[in-house]
């Protein structure tokens, strides 16, 4: 279980810096994310874990146990913090209603739970969909000749998603207030180039 996944946002590292710069869009980033955890994922359990951890990380940050008015990030650390508790009782009141489980042995003779998959994406849709446009882009996939409407269904189905939106995400994408807007893909780019200069410079110590 990845309980991280909203605490490694760009959000979380503004507000640790408590600089002023690009707060709104990442707050609103922030708040896709929290829905798309919510709304997309089959567990309500792995949802319910990763927002309490989050609760517990906007609780006690220390721009809300500083002087009021010395940190700019305050505020966006109550609306985060007030959603993430909306949220968290939104999905409560779903798992309350939700009907009983039916009795393993009064199941129908010759069917099988779904398997789940063997891969599963445990980082935000957002992100996910970002890759999607890049392969898209780069035409990796059948040559290009696969169109977004086919590719993002077999990704999501392949990674144990249950949507079948894109579009929506990736208008939130070009919503973006950043110059470069492609948050993922930099990052990953970032952590594997210093994966490759983390390994070059275990080779030359070994030499």
Known sequence: MNYLILTETDFFALIDESGKCNLEAAYGDFVQTVISLCSERADSDTAAVVLLYTEIELQYHRTLHSEPGESHADLYVRKALSFVRRMQKLIASSHAHLPPRSNPSHAL?????????????????????????????????????????????????????????????????????????????DRMMAKLNERIRHDEELERLRK
Do not use: H
């Open 109 to 185: 003779k010759g069917t099988t739970a779904a398997k789940p998959p063997a891969l599963q994406w445990t980082g935000s849709t957002l992100d996910l969909v970002e890759l999607i446009y890049g392969l898209g882009e780069m035409g990796c996939i059948n040559n290009g000749e696969t169109p977004l409407k086919v590719l993002a269904p077999a990704l999501y189905e392949f990674f144990g998603l249950k949507t079948k939106e894109c579009y929506r995400y990736y208008s939130a994408i070009k919503l973006r207030k950043n110059p470069c807007r492609t948050y993922f893909l």
